[in-house]
């Protein structure tokens, strides 16, 4: 059973940035991995996916130009690079896994994609 780690979450002031970690055990195969978000009062959302050679990232648009997900296979790893946070990006932060293997899969399927979840780590822009 794969188990998610989260890490980095933390808060910034707006314009800041953030990197968020996620650390896999198990046996991960080549399924895509990406990051959702939940807001205060709000449904669980996409933010962005990566398959398993890293290529061709899918990100929702809102993050588009600012967020930037990658992969570190020999690290069973994935990073989610935050730069110029707004405070409209304040929210607990989730890893996951997905049997799907593209990353456009996931982030068009969303929650119906997901088979593992991490516990979540908080982000909080605010000045």
């Known amino acids: 059973q794969v188990q998610l780690v989260e890490s980095g979450g933390g808060w910034v002031q707006p314009g800041g940035s953030l990197r968020l970690s996620c650390a896999a055990s198990g046996t991960l195969g080549d399924k895509a991995m990406g990051w959702f978000r939940q807001a205060p009062g709000k449904e669980r959302e996409f933010v962005a996916a990566?398959?398993?050679?890293?290529?061709?990232?899918y990100y929702a648009d809102s993050v588009k130009g600012r967020l930037t997900i990658s992969r570190d296979n020999a690290k069973n790893t994935v990073y989610l690079q935050m730069n110029s946070l707004k405070p409209e990006d304040t929210a607990v932060y989730y890893c996951a896994l997905s049997p799907t293997r593209t990353a456009q899969a996931m982030g068009l399927l969303a929650l119906e994609s997901v088979e593992v979840w991490g516990q979540g780590t908080p982000v909080t822009v605010s000045s």
């Open positions: 990566i398959n398993w050679s890293g290529s061709m990232p």
